[in-house]
């Protein structure tokens, strides 16, 4: 059974750019939730998604935004980078909305230069 | 205001002995908690998870156990081995109070080193 797939691994964009992460949960999962890991603020929660439907966000600017499609794969995109948006991106899939185990993806390196 | 606190940033452990990694959370509407290791430049990989109905749970080499008066959780691998080495973060989700499961809060990890 193949695990979180996220696309790409590696990406440099220039500040002021915009991107589009991917994020392909396990088969059969239907939630998937978005973190970024920094050194100083450490692993926080983005959003969590569900059936196309956003059911929590975390304490981001609108610059931060994701989507859902009818597979469940899901994207997140950000809009006039930062320097400090450099980061590990990572999605995570549940099954469902109960509390199940999250299944993270290799995660998505971002520099922002 | 840090939910869930992991206060010690290192643990150094000799191989065939006993690790414990501590945790504590201070949000009452957690109840659902995770443990997971991560490898620098990698996703977190889920080892065990415990619910708040339960005090322990056991799979393989790895024991959590969870003492919600004292809103603390430990993770203990017995018998710990070279490979155990890693950063270890606990996190803890719940579905009161305008939240849920998939939500997850992390601590800021410990970073376990197994010695030959």
């Known amino acids: 059974k193949a695990g979180v797939t996220q696309t790409p691994r590696y990406l440099i964009k220039t500040r002021g750019q915009q991107v589009t992460l991917s994020c392909s949960p396990i088969?059969?999962?239907?939630?998937v939730s978005w973190y970024q890991q920094t050194p100083g603020q450490g692993l926080q929660f983005l959003f969590e998604y569900f059936s196309e439907t956003q059911r929590n966000k975390g304490n981001f600017p609108g610059r931060f935004s994701g989507r859902q499609f009818s597979n469940s794969r899901s994207e997140m995109n950000v809009s006039t980078l930062e320097l400090g948006d450099s980061a590990l991106y990572l999605c995570?899939?549940?099954?469902?909305?109960?509390?199940?185990?999250?299944?993270f993806g290799q995660g998505t390196r971002l520099t922002v230069v | 205001d840090q939910q869930v606190k992991q206060n010690s940033p290192s643990l150094s452990v000799q191989e065939g002995r006993i690790s414990i990694l501590n945790c504590d959370y201070t949000?009452?509407?957690?109840?659902?908690f995770l443990w997971y290791k991560k490898y620098p430049a990698e996703g977190p990989t889920f080892l065990i998870s415990?619910?708040?109905?339960?005090d322990k749970n056991e799979d393989g080499r790895f024991t959590v156990f969870l003492n919600k008066s004292a809103k603390h959780l430990s993770l203990h691998i017995v018998p710990s081995q070279p490979g155990d080495s890693a950063v270890y973060f606990c996190a803890a989700s719940g579905n009161a109070g305008g939240t849920s499961y998939g939500k997850l809060t992390f601590g800021q990890g410990t970073i376990l080193t197994v010695h030959p």
């Open positions: 415990i619910s708040s109905i339960k």
């Open positions: 088969s059969g999962h239907r939630s």
């Open positions: 949000n009452s509407m957690f109840d659902y």
């Open positions: 995570a899939s549940r099954y469902g909305t109960g509390s199940t185990e999250a299944f």
